[in-house]
């Protein structure tokens, strides 16, 4: 049974770039929970996106290049937009859906009607706990952060959400201007997610709704008796990690600062997980300290080659 079926006013979108196999089953979980799928594909080859076209209830966006994730996601809520849908549900290639996942976003949205962005609760792949701990203003020290688990009631304010399985409001995206396509990939969601903070809205996370997602290719190892997980991401992915949040800084560090908390202490955490167990770790560090150059000179969009 189509769970978006009492809420017709509503699709997904996906990005895609050069997907596993496993994307034609993944995008026929998202018919399933959402009804309609839009995929913006970012210039796979042509025999991926001729698997995914032919997928019952997915329309698909070709582009004969990547013109990268913030632009890929403007594209598709623009045309969900077109096709009348007043709010829209953003989804990585890979991420799979709890059954009634959406059903719970829409009951979140109900009781929290000033969240613009409503998330569900994560399960992230390999990680332990699974849960995802979310990021929120400390309720004594406001420029401090906490994080905050998910474990089955809704957090009505939280300062981010992740891409993957965000419900947007498209009368508020289309008022806050989109994603920042300067971005490219790294930072959008959470640009976007203060932007709507710092405008008056709210990001929750819908407590009964489960999304399972992976993020990058974590591999758990100690150092000390303490137990780190790094993503290793590729080094162009910490080039823009480094340039952007320069960008973010400058653009929210003052209005948000137990954001600018948060992302500071991350940063150390994540240059230390490079240092200590990535592989290809000199390149990932210069990749870092020309993502930061670049940022503090406004270089934008894709990484100059």
């Known amino acids: 049974m189509n769970s978006a079926s009492p809420f017709l006013p509503l699709c997904a979108v996906v990005v895609t770039y050069r997907p596993d196999d496993d994307v034609v089953a993944n995008l026929g979980l998202l018919v399933q929970e959402c009804g309609r ?3 913006v594909d970012n210039g796979s080859p042509v025999e991926k996106q001729a698997a995914m076209a032919v997928v019952p209830g997915v329309t698909l966006l070709p582009q004969k290049e990547n ?6 996601l403007n594209l598709g809520l623009a045309r969900a937009a077109e096709l009348g849908c007043e709010w829209a549900v953003t989804f990585d290639q890979d991420s799979q859906p709890e059954p009634g996942m959406l059903q ?3 009951a979140t949205h109900r009781m929290l009607p000033a969240a613009m962005v409503v998330g569900p609760r994560i399960h992230e792949e390999g990680s332990v706990p699974a849960n995802y701990r979310w990021v929120a203003r400390h309720e004594t020290w406001p420029f401090l952060f906490r994080r905050v688990p998910c474990t089955g009631a809704d957090l009505p304010a939280v300062t981010m959400m992740v891409t993957s399985g965000s419900m947007l409001d498209l009368a508020e995206w289309r008022r806050l201007g989109g994603f920042d396509a300067g971005l490219f990939i790294d930072y959008i969601d959470t640009d976007y997610c203060l932007r709507v903070i710092r405008a008056g809205g709210k990001v929750a996370v819908a407590g009964q709704a489960v ?7 974590r591999a758990s190892q100690v150092f000390m008796g303490r137990e780190f997980r790094p993503t290793h991401h590729a080094a162009f992915r910490h ?3 480094a340039r952007n949040r320069v960008t973010m800084w400058r653009r929210h560090a003052w209005a948000v600062p137990h954001w600018a908390a948060f992302d500071l202490s991350f940063a150390l955490y994540n240059y230390t997980r490079v240092l200590l167990f990535e592989r290809e770790r000199w390149a990932k560090i210069k990749a870092i300290l020309r993502g930061t150059w670049h940022g503090l000179r406004g270089v934008t969009g894709p990484m100059p080659t």
Request: charged share 10%; net charge positive.
């Open 211 to 217: 999304l399972r997602h992976r993020l990058g290719a």
């Open 239 to 241: 080039y823009y990690m």
């Open 104 to 106: 719970a976003m829409w």
């Open 67 to 72: 013109i990268g994730l913030a632009a890929a």
């Open 37 to 39: 799928v839009l995929v």
